[in-house]
């Protein structure tokens, strides 16, 4: 049944993976997720839905144990953060290229190396332009809340599944690590469906079924690619998802950000409104396919957009991709594990989206 | 075939659980051997239908082509955590990883090791011939002291390149592994041998009593820079002797 409760970011994570019939989650500690592999650790679903939880001798150790279970057509999970998802992406790309369902939860940190342990949305380009080796993508998904994170959870199996794609939760520490109310789902139950392209021993009568990302023929590897793209054309036009605020109104100036900073902005946007500015905001839900159509239609009608992130400046390339020129782009962010307040964002639309 | 010979009459036929695609292997390779070995122990235990193989990077990476049962294929070194991924969803089935000495002993240690700790109830067949093969002749983990390859053209150096890793030995020591052997497939009597040690494997393994190992010294011609029947000579003279054949550890009565 549904239920209500106040919970942290990462624990109401490995909950609504429990409750979304996850066959098994292997992962590795690191901060700030490691509530995550803690939480199923507690709860053992072994015992209940027949969850298997895993902890791996690292992340090349988990994401490879997932390649496994998701080429055995099951619905398996893993979550790090970004030094750990590094590690990940030489399997990222592997899963991409053998057309396997998972989901994988990076609860962003600061950067570069070994950066810091506080919050950051400085993984923007690794998960949205591919991380990994060759011509792939991962549907990835942005909440803003413990509630949004609860639901694309269930969500990211939904469209890992149906495209047989990675799908990338792109969360960060704040929301990993803050308590919030969140509605909890109903359990869902476990998978029981035999896919045809999924090892589960041979079915007499028919071809062994292989799970490969290796094609040596050039001719042959450039159709799997051509097919990977007519697939991603698909998630483009079918898988947008955005907040906007204000857009259908008579806007002069446009804010962009995604995640825990969108809600800063939104703040930031509300102090605007109410000393007169007219201004709106989208929040990207999807970060891959971007919500390129709605930015480039806004783009049109108004003076100028300012995209704020926690980082140095990533997502703003997209957003310039989709203005195409038609209005100026700004760019405001702190980055390092620090969090912009309200007042500065406000200042950087005073400053550099209206003055500059 | 059976328009010549009477069903009665036939003493020797192809495993089932191979393909009829053509290896792609070098003449005189003992993958093709250590291959047959693997599928007609799956055939003799009648579990075609129950087996999950997962192929590794280096010579067997097309494995998946030749075993007619369902297959996985893995990163370079990650075989045997793509193996725990399945097994621990599908515990029912039996699990294998086919790995050459690279593949499991370099990049893919930490993989191994730690599978084996934990006792993961898979089969890993190890091929050691102390050479990378597909990449065309480098030094592998396994390389013996002073044997000559791409990377150490002056024969492998100890003081600069580290020893030859006895992995079997290694992983045997863990309280993870319940039955870990070397042999070779080289001759009859010895694929037999292979066999036989394959088919207590893949046993054990419904036992869930820990992971086996069976290593099989094998043969490169191409890389070793020899005909076939040389280089087998070579391996019983300067292999055996480092890398002895027999059971390293067998299962506690």
Excluded at chain 2, 130 to 146: F, N, R, S, V, W
Excluded at chain 2, 202 to 221: A, F
Aim: hydrophobic share 35%; with cysteine.
């Amino acid at each position: 049944m549904k239920e209500l409760r106040l919970m942290k970011g990462n624990e109401a994570l490995a909950e609504a993976s429990i409750r979304a019939g996850a066959d098994a989650y292997f992962g590795y500690p690191i901060t700030p997720q490691s509530e995550v592999i803690e939480y199923l650790m507690h709860v053992q679903p072994e015992k209940t839905t027949g969850m298997v939880v895993l902890q791996a001798e690292s992340e090349i150790g988990a994401i490879n144990m997932i390649y496994g279970a998701a080429g055995c057509g099951k619905k398996v999970l893993t979550t790090s953060s970004g030094p750990g998802i590094s590690l990940m992406q030489e399997a990222l790309s592997y899963i991409a290229g053998a057309e396997l369902p998972c989901v994988v939860a990076n609860i962003q940190r600061g950067g570069p190396g070994l950066g810091t342990i506080q919050p950051s949305q400085g993984d923007y380009f690794q998960s949205v332009k591919g991380g990994g080796h060759g011509d792939y993508k991962l549907i990835t998904l942005a909440p803003a809340s413990v509630q949004e994170t609860v639901d694309y959870v269930k969500l990211g199996f939904e469209l890992a599944f149906q495209y047989r794609n990675p799908v990338m939760i792109l969360t960060d520490g704040i929301i990993g690590q803050m308590m919030e109310k969140v509605e909890l789902f109903e359990q869902q139950p476990r998978i029981t469906e035999q896919f045809d392209w999924a090892t589960k021993g041979k079915v007499p009568g028919k071809d062994h079924v292989i799970v490969t990302s290796l094609m040596l023929q050039s001719e042959e590897q450039e159709k799997i690619n051509l097919r990977l793209q007519a697939k991603y054309r698909e998630v483009e036009n079918n898988e947008v998802r955005y907040q906007e605020h204000y857009c259908d109104e008579d806007i002069d100036y446009l804010l962009v950000a995604f995640g825990s900073c969108a809600r800063i902005t939104q703040k930031s946007m509300e102090m605007a409104r109410e000393k007169g500015i007219k201004i709106g905001l989208i929040r990207p839900q999807t970060l891959y396919p971007f919500p390129v159509a709605i930015i480039e239609k806004l783009a049109a009608k108004v003076k100028g957009i300012l995209t704020v992130e926690m980082n140095t400046g990533q997502m703003i390339e997209d957003v310039k991709l989709a203005a195409n020129g038609q209005t100026k782009v700004e760019f405001y962010g702190r980055c390092g594990g620090m969090i912009p307040s309200p007042d500065e964002i406000l200042n950087a639309i005073e400053t550099k989206l209206i003055g500059g | 075939m059976s328009e010549i010979i009477k069903p009665e009459n036939i003493v020797y036929e192809k495993t089932k659980v191979m393909t009829d695609k053509v290896m792609h292997y070098c003449p005189g390779c003992g993958h093709g051997t250590a291959h047959k070995m693997v599928a007609e122990a799956i055939e003799d235990l009648g579990i075609q239908n129950e087996t999950i193989g997962v192929t590794p990077v280096g010579c067997s990476v097309l494995a998946y082509y030749y075993f007619a049962v369902d297959m996985q294929e893995a990163a370079h070194g990650r075989a045997t955590a793509v193996a725990t991924g399945i097994k621990r969803v599908m515990p029912e089935k039996y699990v294998f990883t086919y790995q050459g000495d690279g593949d499991l002993a370099a990049i893919g240690t930490a993989e191994t090791i730690h599978a084996c700790n934990r006792g993961e109830n898979i089969l890993i067949v190890f091929i050691n011939n102390g050479i990378y093969g597909m990449t065309g002749g480098q030094m592998a983990p396994t390389t013996l002291e002073g044997m000559k390859s791409s990377t150490s053209p002056y024969g492998r150096d100890l003081k600069t390149m580290g020893n030859p890793l006895k992995i079997s030995e290694l992983v045997a020591q863990l309280e993870g592994t319940y039955y870990v052997t070397r042999h070779s497939v080289h001759t009859p009597a010895n694929a037999r041998k292979a066999k036989r040690a394959l088919k207590k494997a893949l046993e054990y393994q419904k036992l869930n009593k820990g992971t086996c190992l069976v290593e099989i010294v094998s043969n490169c011609p191409s890389n070793w820079k020899m005909t076939p029947v040389e280089s087998n000579k070579w391996m019983e003279e300067h292999m055996f002797p480092f890398y002895p054949l027999g059971d390293i550890k067998v299962p506690q009565q």
